[in-house]
């Protein structure tokens, strides 16, 4: 619904800002944007040269939409070469992306792949680029991405929820070789338990997420990492990041299973005993001791806090027509509309433009996840089997 005396304010704001952001991908080589840009006079002479990989592969679905809005290519235009500019510079040996690039000369800085910090939203937006735009391509790359990270990151037993092994888990490895880089997961790993719910490998999701919730359960907040291996907390501060809070409702939203109403409330009471300030909701300086530090993210509020509250409001619009929506990476949601597809391959063709692949669409590498699967995760008393569960928080040190 349109407000009344509307006149497309808010459009023209998001055009302006979006003139300016392009700044950042003027005088690259290579069309990678820089990190950094000032929005009265652009990119900082003294700006870094290198950038994150998700930085770069997550403008899709912000610079698509206002691309069709306007209709004007630019940004969407600017938003695909950047991902394939990236792209061009994964492994040839793994399909694997590493962590930090070189604007300028493609070089990579860091070499370490995995589902976390400077790689998260990448995964996601390749995926979500496909459901909100219809783009083959986005699909067949989240496809090559999602088989590389399930060859060489996932370790541990081959199910979720049968069999014997090490629990699964994915874990930070070199781009070029696939071999174990370190020993830590970081909170922004959570979200990938999200982007599993909406590729359709809601058994994976349940592994991924119980992970991450049994480290919360251990210090009543998420750190910013954890080593797995020596099952100890090695960055302590907790600044209310929303990647648990999002998977548990997406898991929520896909199973229907009460555990995750139980998970949420355990978050909220964690926020409300360590987190709840004067003025708001304070980042926790350290998660060993909970004091915390004078700021709150703009992201509690986007993010954290929307989704616990989409959680346990059931009859919420949101989720009474959930097929109609879908996230942005900083929890906006964007209306669903099938005539985003219904773009003319013209309205690419420009002299150094993405140029659109209108061949056949491929289909995803997991989703044969039917509403039969779903429906009989409703059927457990916990959504991973108990003996599992006490291993993940055994691991974790929860147990000890």
Known sequence: ??????????????????????????????????????????VPALSSQTTC???????????????????????????????EAIWKFRSKKTGLLGNIIDVDSGEWVSGMSGIGAGMDSLYEYLLKGYIVFGDPNDLQKFNEMYKSVQTYMRKGRKLCNSGSGDVPMYVNVNMENGKILNTWVDSLSASFAAVQVLNGDIDDAICTHALYYAIWKRYDALPERFDWNSRVSHVHFYPLRPELVESTYLLYQATQHPFYLH????????????????????????????????????????????YLYLL???????????????????????????????VDTDFYDMTRGYQYDVTAVPRSNVSDCGC?????????????????????????????
């Open 1 to 42: 619904m349109i407000p009344r005396d509307y006149n497309d304010e808010l459009l023209l704001l998001a055009h302006d800002l979006a003139n300016r952001l392009l700044n950042a991908f003027e005088n690259t080589s290579l069309g990678i944007p820089y990190p950094r840009v000032n929005l009265k006079y652009g």
């Open 53 to 83: 990989t998700a930085g770069v592969g997550t403008l899709l679905l912000e610079f698509g939409t206002l691309s069709r809005l306007l209709g004007d290519p630019t940004y969407e235009i600017t938003a695909k070469n950047a991902l």
């Open 263 to 306: 998970v949420g409330k355990d978050i909220m009471h964690g926020l409300q005993t360590h987190a709840k300030a004067r003025c708001g909701y304070a980042t926790l300086h350290n998660v060993m001791d909970k004091s915390q530090e004078d700021r709150m993210e703009s992201f509690f509020l986007s993010e954290t806090s929307k």
């Open 312 to 342: 346990f409001d059931q009859e919420n619009p949101v989720n009474k027509q959930a097929s109609k929506y879908i996230f942005t990476t900083e929890g906006h949601f964007l209306k669903l509309d099938k005539s985003m597809w219904n």
């Open 372 to 400: 039969e699967v779903v429906s009989d995760h409703r059927k457990r008393p916990l959504p991973l089997e108990l003996r599992y569960l006490q291993q993940v928080e055994s691991l974790v040190g929860v147990r000890d």
